[in-house]
């Protein structure tokens, strides 16, 4: 039982990097392969701060996404103000991922490829699913407001987007700055989860993961690619005896899909509690009339 709690735990802490990624490639159309970079800065910071500093737990959670957000900007107005795009800016952070994950390796602070042992372990399954909820919740508010809206018509079409006086540049900053912060809370997460954390958790492997949640759960949702990261994780841990096979398992999990469900799991729709609601109806209706026959 501890070890599926702890699965549970692990699915809610990459929820919220996954649905902060989501508005950025999702919702603005721009694709990052190097998210896994603001999650190990999150990390650090927070862990850090609580390892050297004994510092209150929350108030390194909020440093981590501070952290985050700002390198976000150093990363985003170059790239963002000369429009890079499609391949170009994926390229841009994975070398950023990169980057990171070496200077993490050669700072003495951070204790280099050896990680930092014995952090506190303040991150429990309630917590996990608080912030996790928390997340979703201003998640969808977001998009449901103005930049929110201006993001879907930038996604949609840059060129109309702009010539109805949205200013690209911002609307996509903003994205990057929220989701940068997301991934920070979800690093910050993580290192008081595991207790225990180094660069190499935090390669393109990770980046890649959370990218093709979002892209297999549905570009223009928030629930989808929740239900993508749950699959991702659970199925794989589901078949750790079978070592080799868990990759094989992942991999085929994508392929069906992309075969399948090409807009991916949700596409362009959102799983309410409404339709959690019927579900449950229809699955207990589907019960009833089978005992009627029998």
Same mark, same amino acid.
């Given at each position: #039982?501890?070890?599926?709690? !702890?699965?549970?735990?692990?699915?809610? =802490?990459?929820?919220?990097? /996954?649905?902060?990624? *989501?508005? &950025?490639?999702?919702?603005?159309?721009?694709?990052?392969?190097?998210?896994?970079?603001?999650?190990?800065?999150?990390?650090?910071?927070?862990?850090?701060?609580?390892?050297?500093?004994?510092?209150?737990?929350?108030?390194?959670?909020?440093?981590?996404?501070?952290?985050?957000?700002?390198?976000?900007?150093?990363?985003?107005?170059?790239?963002?103000?000369?429009?890079?795009?499609?391949?170009?800016?994926?390229?841009?952070?994975?070398?950023?991922?990169?980057?990171?994950?070496?200077?993490?390796?050669? #700072?003495?602070?951070?204790? !280099?490829?050896?990680?930092?042992?014995? =952090?506190?372990?303040?991150? /429990?399954?309630?917590? *996990?699913? &608080?912030?996790?909820?928390?997340?979703?919740?201003?998640?969808?508010?977001?998009?449901?407001?103005?930049?929110?809206?201006?993001?879907?018509?930038?996604?949609?079409?840059?060129?109309?987007?702009?010539?109805?006086?949205?200013?690209?540049?911002?609307?996509?900053?903003?994205?990057?700055?929220?989701?940068?912060?997301?991934?920070?809370?979800?690093?910050?997460?993580?290192?008081?989860?595991?207790?225990?954390?180094?660069?190499?958790?935090?390669?393109?492997?990770?980046?890649?993961?959370?990218?093709?949640?979002?892209?297999?759960? !549905?570009?223009?949702?928030?629930?989808?690619?929740?239900?993508?990261?749950?699959?991702?994780? *659970?199925?794989?841990?589901?078949?750790?005896?079978?070592?080799?096979?868990?990759?094989?398992?992942?991999?085929?999990?994508?392929?069906?899909?992309?075969?399948?469900?090409?807009?991916?799991?949700?596409?362009?729709?959102?799983?309410?509690?409404?339709?959690?609601?019927?579900?449950?109806?229809?699955?207990?209706?589907?019960?009833?009339?089978?005992?009627?026959?029998?």
């Amino acid at each position: #039982m501890d070890y599926i709690l !702890g699965v549970i735990a692990v699915i809610c =802490i990459e929820t919220i990097a /996954t649905v902060g990624l *989501a508005v &950025f490639t999702g919702f603005t159309g721009l694709f990052s392969l190097g998210h896994a970079a603001f999650m190990a800065i999150g990390a650090y910071t927070a862990a850090i701060l609580t390892y050297f500093y004994n510092a209150p737990f929350i108030l390194a959670l909020i440093a981590g996404m501070i952290m985050s957000g700002l390198i976000s900007i150093i990363l985003g107005f170059p790239t963002l103000r000369a429009k890079l795009r499609g391949d170009y800016f994926a390229i841009a952070t994975l070398g950023f991922g990169e980057a990171i994950r070496v200077i993490l390796e050669n #700072m003495s602070i951070t204790q !280099g490829a050896r990680g930092l042992p014995g =952090i506190k372990h303040y991150t /429990t399954l309630p917590v *996990a699913i &608080f912030f996790a909820v928390l997340v979703l919740w201003l998640t969808k508010n977001f998009i449901w407001s103005k930049y929110g809206r201006n993001a879907i018509a930038v996604r949609e079409d840059a060129v109309a987007a702009e010539m109805a006086g949205i200013d690209l540049f911002k609307v996509r900053m903003l994205s990057l700055i929220y989701s940068a912060m997301c991934a920070g809370l979800a690093g910050g997460l993580f290192a008081h989860y595991l207790n225990f954390i180094q660069p190499v958790m935090f390669t393109s492997i990770l980046s890649t993961r959370l990218t093709s949640a979002v892209v297999a759960g !549905g570009m223009g949702s928030i629930t989808g690619p929740v239900i993508a990261v749950a699959l991702f994780i *659970a199925v794989p841990e589901l078949l750790r005896v079978a070592n080799m096979w868990r990759l094989v398992a992942y991999g085929l999990i994508l392929v069906l899909i992309m075969i399948y469900r090409p807009s991916g799991i949700m596409g362009y729709h959102e799983l309410s509690f409404e339709a959690i609601k019927n579900l449950l109806r229809w699955i207990s209706r589907g019960k009833t009339a089978g005992r009627k026959e029998m």
